[in-house]
C-alpha cells in the first residue's frame, strides 16, 4: 500500500516538473517558458456559449493557439476545474520588446 502511494506521489511530482518546464510547448523558441511566435492571432471566432452539463463546470472560451508552426482554433467548452477553488488563466498573446509570445492557458 505505502509502496503505490510512494510511485504514485513521484509520477505525480515528475509529470509536475515537466509541466512546469515548459517542455510540452511547441514553436519557434522560448522566451521563460512562454512560445515565442511568427506573429498576432487572427480575430477570434464568435461562439454560442451552449447550456452548462451541470453544477460545477466553468466555460473557457474558444482560443487561437500555436500549434507547430501556426495558430489553431480551440473551441470554447464546459470543463470542471481540477480541484475546489481552482481558477482558469487563460492563454494570451502579448508582443515583448519586439517578440510575439503566446502563453498557454493553465488552472491555477
Known sequence: ????????????????????SGCVATGPGYVSGEVVV???PP??????????PGVGYVWLP???GWVGNRWSWTSGHWERPPRPGAFWHAPHYENHGGHH?????HWH
Do not use: C, H, N
Not at 500500500?1 to 512546469?20: H, N, S, T
Not at 480575430?43 to 452548462?52: G, M, W, Y
Not at 509570445?101 to 492557458?105: A, D, I, L, N, Y
Open 101 to 105: 509570445v503566446w502563453t498557454r492557458g
Open 1 to 20: 500500500m505505502r509502496q503505490k502511494y510512494i510511485i504514485r506521489k513521484l509520477v505525480a511530482v515528475g509529470l509536475g516538473l515537466a509541466l512546469a
Open 43 to 52: 480575430p477570434d471566432i464568435e461562439e454560442t456559449i451552449v447550456v452548462s
Open 62 to 64: 474558444g482560443f487561437y
Open 38 to 40: 511568427e506573429g498576432p
